[in-house]
């Protein structure tokens, strides 16, 4: 008898634990109008959508400080969008969110740190080439997901 106890428990134990990596890789993704519809709450739709802006003022900054020749700006700049601003991320939100999708923004934050590291020893023109080089990434993530409101 209690082999099939400890037989079910383990069936059980695979299954959630198999849900939860499904729901770790896709988040609450499917496809709609070629692009990965991804349903979140008001609240935390808001939140990412908000990011997002963070990410493109965090540009502007850069561009701004560019355009007056002040590599200390461009430098502050890149390095608030960083790594450190990705930090306080709900766990419950990042679990909805598909696998690509965290690896993308991830990589976002992770290149616009690796950039502020590099600022001192960069003259304009190979800065905006790695802007250049992180906005393929933001551009190609809008290309590819739809973040919609859920009920």
């Known amino acids: 008898m209690w082999k099939k106890m400890a037989l079910s428990f383990l069936v059980l134990w695979v299954l ?3 849900f939860i990596g499904y729901r770790f890789i896709y988040g609450n993704a499917h496809e709609v109008d070629k692009r990965i ?3 979140l709450k008001a609240e935390e739709r808001e939140l990412v959508l908000g990011e997002m802006r963070l990410l493109l003022k965090g540009v502007k ?3 701004n400080g560019l355009s007056q020749d002040d590599f200390k700006i461009v430098e502050t700049s ?3 969008v960083g790594m450190a601003m990705a930090q306080d991320v709900n766990p419950a939100l990042m679990a909805k969110l598909p696998m690509t999708f965290k690896k993308m923004g991830m990589g976002v934050h992770e290149n616009f740190d ?3 590291a590099k600022v001192p020893t960069m003259n304009q023109k190979q800065i905006l080439g790695e802007v250049d080089r992180i906005m393929t990434t933001c551009v190609a993530c809008h290309e590819m997901f739809k973040i919609n409101e859920t009920k």
């Open 61 to 63: 900054g850069i561009i």
């Open 16 to 18: 959630t634990v198999s």
């Open 78 to 80: 890149a390095s608030g």
């Open 37 to 39: 519809e991804i349903s």
């Open 114 to 116: 690796q950039l502020a």
